[in-house]
């Protein structure tokens, strides 16, 4: 018996990630071995559920995997740990459609106790109503209690209290009103000193969380044996892809850091994973593939446009066959050129007949499906930065999004390079078979 649960609420903006955050070092300081995990596609949450527990976060998604996928993966990674927490997305019940995909939806397929948070800024008793609600519309889903946030005085807290009782739904802590605490934009990159902020952050939290937070009766209501799973080993999440024996580059560092754990471990059960740093000006390793993911090369544009030994490797690796997977921003980096928002022009490696912008960016963000010959293919896309001109290079395959309507999200194949904005799930999949 471990304690497992899923942080839950009403609606995004209510203070998931920061609850989250705190929690997750609150429990780690008390020598509790902590897993976290993410409802959705999302890889920034997990990078700060990362920095806040010590480890990795693993991405839970119906849209990305089957739910025999997904319940394989909760239970490979966390059949070790004392405590496992899993951050939902948006409110409750949201998902691409209806409930599918939501929090709900994780929460009720692998039978976790939901703790809810909710914003009470603003408002009192209204919340027995709320409350009732969220409880209620569904009665296989496990409501544990809830946490209110932005809570302004001792009267405030009584009232919520009042709520509770009135429903039937235990309370597990107030959290106050504080500024302190504000998690800073996702979007703004994990640079090195942002990692330092959010490290303190963290100890912030989890002292606010440590105050306000009945954490050992949290843990109490939240005890329960990890789900069972099917004996397909197809759903294995770290099972070997059908090439092995391979040494495989990955481009790791600030600029290049939105990647999924289960991707990861399958390469590496596939293989030798060399991590190197475009930023660090890192020559590239021997590799049979090179993989640039996704996050924030605008952010360090002129470091990248300066690292030109690199660049130069990747042309002469891409030149003579090798096989290159680009998502997003490593997509971007392989491109001609980068402009940022101010109209500054950065070359970058020049491998692909590309070039990129930041100016006027607005975001482009979906879940995205696209067969491969034989092979379906699911991901997300996610980015401000557009294409300006691809020249003769032509999408080599149609995406569509969760509603199964055509985008203009473009797959380039270029020698052997693979490249897109789509982030690419392959932990039920096989990412070779883009090369077959």
């Given at each position: 018996?471990?304690?497992?649960?899923?942080?839950?609420?009403?609606?995004?903006?209510?203070?998931?990630?920061?609850?989250?955050?705190?929690?997750?070092?609150a429990?780690?300081?008390?020598?509790?071995?902590?897993?976290?995990?993410?409802?959705?596609?999302?890889?920034?949450?997990?990078?700060?559920?990362?920095?806040?527990?010590?480890?990795?976060?693993?991405?839970?998604?119906?849209?990305l995997?089957?739910?025999?996928?997904?319940?394989?993966?909760?239970?490979?990674?966390?059949?070790?740990?004392?405590?496992?927490?899993?951050?939902?997305?948006?409110?409750?019940?949201d998902?691409?459609?209806?409930?599918?995909?939501?929090?709900?939806?994780?929460?009720?397929?692998?039978?976790?106790?939901?703790?809810?948070?909710?914003?009470?800024r603003?408002?009192?008793?209204?919340?027995?109503?709320?409350?009732?609600?969220?409880?209620?519309?569904?009665?296989?889903?496990?409501?544990?209690?809830?946490?209110?946030?932005?809570?302004?005085?001792d009267?405030?807290?009584?009232?919520?209290?009042?709520?509770?009782?009135d429903?039937?739904?235990?309370?597990?802590?107030?959290?106050?009103?504080?500024?302190?605490?504000?998690?800073?934009?996702?979007?703004?990159?994990?640079?090195?000193?942002a990692?330092?902020?959010?490290?303190?952050?963290?100890?912030?939290?989890?002292?606010?969380?440590?105050?306000?937070?009945?954490?050992?009766?949290?843990?109490?209501?939240?005890?329960?044996?990890?789900?069972?799973?099917?004996?397909?080993?197809?759903?294995?999440?770290?099972?070997?892809?059908?090439?092995?024996?391979?040494?495989?580059?990955?481009?790791?560092?600030?600029?290049?850091?939105?990647?999924?754990?289960?991707?990861?471990?399958?390469?590496?059960?596939?293989?030798?994973?060399?991590?190197?740093?475009?930023?660090?000006?890192?020559?590239?390793?021997?590799?049979?593939?090179?993989?640039?993911?996704?996050?924030?090369p605008?952010l360090?544009?002129?470091?990248?446009?300066?690292?030109?030994?690199?660049?130069?490797?990747?042309?002469?690796?891409?030149?003579?066959?090798?096989?290159?997977?680009?998502?997003?921003?490593?997509?971007?980096?392989?491109?001609?050129?980068?402009?940022?928002?101010?109209?500054?022009?950065?070359?970058m490696?020049?491998?692909?007949?590309?070039?990129?912008?930041?100016?006027?960016?607005?975001?482009?963000?979906?879940?995205?499906?696209?067969?491969?010959?034989?092979?379906?293919?699911?991901?997300?896309?996610?980015?401000?930065?557009?294409?300006?001109?691809?020249?003769?290079?032509?999408?080599?395959?149609?995406?569509?999004?969760?509603?199964?309507?055509?985008?203009?999200?473009?797959?380039?194949?270029?020698?052997?390079?693979?490249?897109?904005?789509?982030?690419?799930?392959?932990?039920?999949?096989?990412?070779?078979?883009?090369?077959?």
């Open positions: 018996m471990t304690a497992h649960m899923l942080i839950g609420a009403a609606a995004s903006g209510s203070g998931k990630t920061t609850v989250t955050i705190g929690l997750l070092r429990l780690s300081r008390r020598g509790f071995a902590v897993q976290p995990f993410k409802c959705g596609p999302d890889y920034i949450d997990t990078l700060f559920h990362g920095i806040a527990s010590g480890n990795r976060s693993v991405n839970l998604d119906t849209w995997a089957s739910e025999n996928h997904v319940r394989s993966v909760y239970r490979h990674y966390s059949v070790s740990a004392d405590v496992c927490v899993t951050e939902g997305v948006m409110g409750l019940f998902g691409y459609d209806r409930m599918k995909g939501s929090s709900a939806h994780i929460a009720m397929l692998l039978d976790l106790p939901v703790i809810i948070i909710i914003n009470a603003s408002t009192a008793y209204t919340m027995a109503a709320l409350l009732h609600g969220l409880c209620t519309f569904r009665q296989d889903l496990r409501i544990a209690g809830v946490i209110f946030n932005q809570v302004g005085s009267r405030h807290a009584k009232l919520l209290e009042q709520a509770c009782r429903v039937g739904v235990e309370l597990l802590g107030c959290l106050p009103r504080c500024p302190e605490i504000q998690v800073p934009s996702r979007h703004l990159g994990l640079t090195v000193g990692e330092s902020e959010i490290d303190l952050l963290a100890d912030r939290i989890a002292d606010l969380v440590e105050r306000h937070v009945r954490i050992e009766r949290l843990l109490q209501l939240c005890r329960t044996t990890s789900p069972t799973v099917s004996t397909d080993c197809s759903t294995d999440p770290v099972r070997p892809m059908s090439q092995t024996g391979l040494r495989i580059a990955v481009a790791s560092d600030s600029a290049f850091n939105f990647t999924y754990r289960v991707n990861i471990d399958r390469l590496a059960a596939s293989g030798t994973v060399i991590t190197f740093s475009p930023l660090a000006g890192d020559h590239l390793p021997q590799a049979d593939l090179v993989y640039l993911p996704g996050g924030y605008e360090f544009a002129e470091t990248l446009s300066a690292n030109t030994r690199l660049a130069d490797q990747l042309r002469s690796y891409a030149s003579s066959g090798g096989r290159i997977m680009a998502e997003c921003g490593g997509m971007i980096y392989l491109s001609r050129s980068l402009t940022d928002a101010t109209g500054t022009k950065f070359p490696s020049g491998v692909l007949p590309l070039d990129c912008t930041m100016n006027q960016a607005r975001l482009h963000l979906g879940y995205r499906r696209m067969e491969w010959g034989n092979t379906v293919f699911h991901g997300h896309e996610f980015h401000y930065s557009s294409i300006t001109n691809h020249g003769q290079l032509l999408s080599a395959a149609e995406q569509t999004d969760a509603e199964g309507i055509v985008t203009d999200t473009c797959l380039f194949r270029h020698l052997n390079v693979v490249a897109g904005y789509t982030h690419w799930y392959w932990g039920e999949t096989d990412l070779f078979r883009l090369w077959q």
